[in-house]
């Protein structure tokens, strides 16, 4: 049987060498098509690769009755609707990895560039001009290099940066200190990092924990005269609290490829020459495109031969009469994993689940990786989803086990989900209450009655009369409306627990002077 495949953006030939080496596969392009023209013929084909240009729409998809596999040559899926596709049982590819190398590089390079003041010292040039004392650099031998953010590409940078020995130290949420000796790194907090490092580098995704990560406090917090690079996303850095670091003089230098708004023209950043920058290109070389390209049509000729694929996004049909049977159980289990990972003070080392009474009898992989997919969305962000859930903790180093239980312990299902750490472990339990929906009904050893939804605020505290009315003054003055609360505790007057749903989140200073009041042990503000 041949298939058909549909290129709608262009491709470079050798990024397309696979499909013309395969059998039974023709390849047709189309980057000139219209929309409209698209829709039209969407009809005859098996595959679908695109890059950014083509917007695989509701529509498009659902004229396209024979699409097996849709591949996208990059990252995101942004022009893609996930869901329609996995209604229409289409699989979606993509290639996470094969920029790594190419971003990587130009981090390096960036790095480089700043501390010898290349950019700065060719513009003198180009202006006639030749000023060699203007221009002394720093050396990278021996600085040590702060790296934020420890995954595929943070690694990579970590490699290159030991190659021009420089001591690195470096935070991940995912990072345990023993994965650091084994990589010869130093592990930190960020807050180790700021006060550390010589150059720090970012390599996160943009959340609402990342947003605006190194602002005005955190530029307070570094080393005089370190340097700042940014090859990841925009918005991490407040650039206004930059452009003041650098000016006051408490920040050397700043190499920026990324910005919270692109294109990036007017700011005055750009007018300080302790700055250089690049148009957002970490990805932008022939053999990243080529990569990506590759990648993604050797999925799609695994797919069409039969074989797994390597980097699903969606998730693939669910016979409808088993779907019916966990569908309900899926919003349960990224809520609790959500949940929980708020809950962790270390990386995570090992996930159980446990499932219960009627858990127990159902199809639990897809309910498994929902729990994964909300636990590590928290650092991951939206990259994460319910098909690579899975794949991502294990390259995190974190080993997920599923259990099935007999005990119940009252519930008509139940799903239990811990977390081990190097020194801790944690647990959250929830359940679906018919006509109620989803709650998590123990926390710890702790019982709870919690609605898994809006803004939480779970403290532990010591049991003792008076600290309900305390915490309710505390709030009150911050004008924070407490909408339910429950309480339990191990022993009287031992530790306790207070879950509350509050109309707002609640922000990290407020939590921090909350935990100034003595009844108090800690307090985590959880948003869902």
């Known amino acids: 049987m041949a298939f058909k495949i549909l290129i709608s953006d262009p491709l470079s030939e050798e990024g397309m060498y696979p499909l013309l080496q395969a059998e039974n596969i023709s390849i047709e392009l189309a980057t000139d098509w219209s929309q409209e023209k698209l829709a039209n013929q969407i009809t005859e084909y098996d595959a679908l690769l695109v ?25 995101g899926v942004d022009n ?10 289409i699989i979606v590819v993509n290639a996470p990895n094969g920029n790594t190398n190419s971003a990587a590089e130009h981090t390096m390079a960036m790095i480089m560039a700043l501390s010898r003041k290349i950019p700065q010292a060719y513009l003198s040039l180009m202006n006639k001009q030749w000023d060699r004392k203007k221009y002394v650099g720093t050396e990278l031998k021996n600085k040590t290099l702060g790296i934020i953010g420890l995954g595929r590409i943070g690694a990579e940078v970590a490699y290159r940066a030991k190659g021009q020995r420089m001591n690195i130290i470096a935070y991940d949420p995912f990072l345990t200190e023993d994965q650091a000796k084994k990589m010869d790194i130093q592990y930190g907090s960020v807050d180790e990092v700021l006060h550390a490092a010589d150059f720090i580098t970012i390599h996160t995704p943009l959340l609402k924990e990342t947003r605006h990560l190194l602002n005005a406090d955190a530029f307070h917090a570094v080393k005089p005269g370190v340097h700042i690079v940014n090859c990841a996303r925009g918005g991490i850095i407040d650039e206004d609290a930059l452009y003041h670091a650098i000016q006051s003089k408490k920040v050397a230098g700043a190499a920026l490829d990324v910005f919270e708004e692109e294109p990036f023209y007017d700011h005055p950043l750009l007018e300080l020459p302790e700055v250089i920058a690049t148009p957002h290109l970490g990805a932008s070389t022939f053999e990243a495109q080529e990569s990506v390209a590759i990648d993604v049509s050797e999925d799609v000729i695994r797919f069409l031969s039969g074989e797994a694929v390597r980097n699903p996004v969606n998730l693939p049909s669910v016979p409808k009469d088993i779907l019916s049977q966990i569908e309900p159980y899926f919003h ?3 809520k609790l994993g959500h949940f929980l990972i708020h809950l962790a003070n270390e990386p995570v080392e090992e996930i159980n689940l446990y499932y219960s009474g009627d858990l127990s009898q159902t199809k639990i ?16 962000g939206e990259h994460v989803n319910d098909v690579n859930a899975l794949y991502l903790a294990e390259k995190r180093g974190i080993t997920v086990n599923e259990n099935k239980t007999s005990s119940t312990q ?37 019982s709870v009655d919690v609605t898994p939804k809006g803004h939480l605020l779970v403290i532990h505290h010591k049991d003792q009369p008076g600290v309900i009315g305390k915490m309710g003054s505390f709030l009150a003055t911050q004008e924070i409306n407490i909408a339910t609360m429950q309480v339990d505790r191990a022993d009287i007057g031992g530790e306790a627990i207070m879950v509350m749903s509050v109309d707002r989140h609640i922000e990290e200073k407020e939590l921090r002077a909350l935990e100034q009041l003595e009844e108090i042990h800690d307090a985590t503000a959880i948003d869902l």
């Open 80 to 89: 893609i609707d996930l869901d329609a596709a996995t209604e229409h049982g």
């Open 410 to 446: 009252g519930f008509t299902n139940l799903l239990k989900v811990e977390i081990i750490t190097k020194s801790e472990k944690r647990s959250v339990a929830g359940t679906l209450l018919n006509g109620l929906g989803p709650r998590i009904v123990k926390m710890d050893h702790y």
């Open 51 to 75: 890059r950014s240009q083509t917007q695989v729409n509701r529509e498009l998809i659902t004229k396209a009755t024979n699409l097996k596999i849709i591949g996208r040559a990059g990252v």
């Open 332 to 334: 349960l289990a990224e």
């Open 365 to 380: 992989g897809p309910i498994t990786r929902n729990t994964i997919k909300g636990l590590l969305t928290r650092h991951l």
